[in-house]
């Protein structure tokens, strides 16, 4: 498994430029999507799941711009990002590529009856979901933690379980036609240890001073063993700003949940 940490992002094919510019090549999807009419259906719906999985990708690799200066920072050390990043994401692809098309972005949508439960989730709504015509074409999951999470006594089990239990829901969603399901994992990564003084302000700070200086070093690396069942799709960093005298960066890992190496 591949992950690197160290640039915006790092993804594979089907690239195109953030989610802003490629909003306005939408019309030429649809006439290359027309000029395919002699393709099969399910050679179809493979192209245009796998080309919303990376524009995921890609939407993540400039998400940054979606926070004003110093939000982001704030946000992730009061508490955990996962939602914040989840909405301005949701946005970002529904301003792009949303208004007026056949598109729709839906956040905690539902599943239907049709899914058994996963084990620990009390039912089946889904971070986001992006849906062509009404059929889903692509589920998402985020999970959010910090950087001393890599490397308590649980690290290997706590956050990769709770990811697997991500995926096994939307791998329980019966459907007809392919569906892109990813997982994305969202670590908050303080370069500065917190004050005791900001401990009522500041999520989870004495840990982040008791494992302060580990974190330092090779995050990466902790990350690729804790998650060591999971394919990684891309992996990058958004850099948070600063708040409370603190540097953050959110770095992030997306995993296809599709090709998870123990389920194989």
Request: glycine fraction near 8%.
């Amino acid at each position: 498994m591949s992950l690197r940490g160290g640039g915006n992002v790092e993804h594979s094919a089907c690239q195109e430029p953030c989610v802003r510019a490629i909003g306005q090549d939408n019309a030429d999807v649809a006439k290359t999507a027309r000029a395919d009419a002699d393709i099969e259906e399910g050679e179809k719906l493979t192209v245009v799941n796998a080309c919303w999985s990376q524009r995921i990708v890609d939407a993540m690799g400039c998400l940054g711009d979606e926070f004003r200066e110093n939000e982001l920072a704030y946000l992730a050390l009061t508490s955990k990002v996962e939602n914040p990043i989840r909405d301005r994401l949701a946005y970002s692809l529904h301003r792009a590529f949303g208004e007026g098309r056949d598109l729709c972005f839906a956040r905690e949508w539902t599943m239907p009856g049709n899914m058994k439960k996963a084990k620990g989730k009390r039912g089946g709504r889904l971070d986001l979901t992006i849906f062509q015509n009404e059929v889903p074409r692509l589920f998402l999951e985020l999970k959010s933690m910090y950087s001393f999470d890599m490397y308590t006594r649980y690290a290997d089990r706590q956050y990769p379980e709770q990811v697997g239990n991500d995926m096994t829901k939307m791998n329980n969603y019966n459907s007809s036609h392919e569906i892109q399901k990813i997982a994305i994992i969202l670590i908050t990564d303080p370069v500065q240890k917190p004050e005791k003084c900001l401990d009522h302000i500041i999520k989870y700070s004495r840990w982040i001073r008791q494992f302060h200086e580990e974190t330092k070093e090779g995050l990466e690396k902790a990350v690729e063993c804790n998650f060591s069942d999971f394919e990684s799709l891309a992996s990058g960093f958004i850099d948070g700003g600063r708040a409370f005298g603190i540097d953050v960066t959110v770095r992030y890992w997306c995993f296809d949940s599709c090709k998870r190496v123990a389920a194989c």
